[in-house]
């Protein structure tokens, strides 16, 4: 069971079980980043857009989401530091899972995502019903595996 502490760092009002709710989007194509905002909202998420990897790392310190969805070309800092440095609040207490949008032609990349702790990976353009339902997954997962105690 998490303590108060735990939870207020998490963003999670007294009283409430903690969720994956607010999703922290990096998204630098304005179509894309419309199309999975309305679906993700569709779907019960709150989600805060934000113009880069370094946006959302200020977020997550803050305990302003609970979920990070990054594209690969998020700005500064790289989305592999990024990544790293997501890992790295983990240990501060800010434990965030983050699913990644990459380009479809690079092995390297998905190597990358996984090797720097990424959730899920997926190729750019997304399919926005995959992206849906991977952040569903993950939840599921995260709550019944991952959360913090």
Not at 45 to 74: N, S, W
Not at 132 to 141: A, I, Q, S
């Amino acid at each position: 069971m998490m303590s108060d502490h735990e939870k207020a760092s998490l963003g999670v009002p007294d009283g409430e079980p903690w969720t994956l709710k607010t999703v922290l989007l990096v998204e630098p194509e304005e179509g894309l980043r419309g199309a999975l905002l309305a679906a993700l909202k569709a779907a019960g998420y709150d989600v805060a857009m934000l113009p880069t990897g370094e946006a959302a790392l200020e977020a997550i310190d803050r305990g302003e989401g609970q979920f990070l969805l990054l594209d690969k070309h998020c700005g500064e800092p790289h989305w592999t530091e990024a990544l790293a440095l997501v890992q790295l609040a983990a240990h501060r207490g800010r434990n965030v899972p983050v699913g990644v949008f990459v380009d479809p032609e690079s092995e390297r990349d998905v190597f990358l995502a996984w090797q720097c702790g990424a959730e899920f990976c997926l190729t750019r353009p997304p399919e926005i019903a995959e992206v849906v339902e991977m952040v569903r997954r993950v939840e599921k997962l995260w709550l019944e595996e991952r959360r913090p105690e």
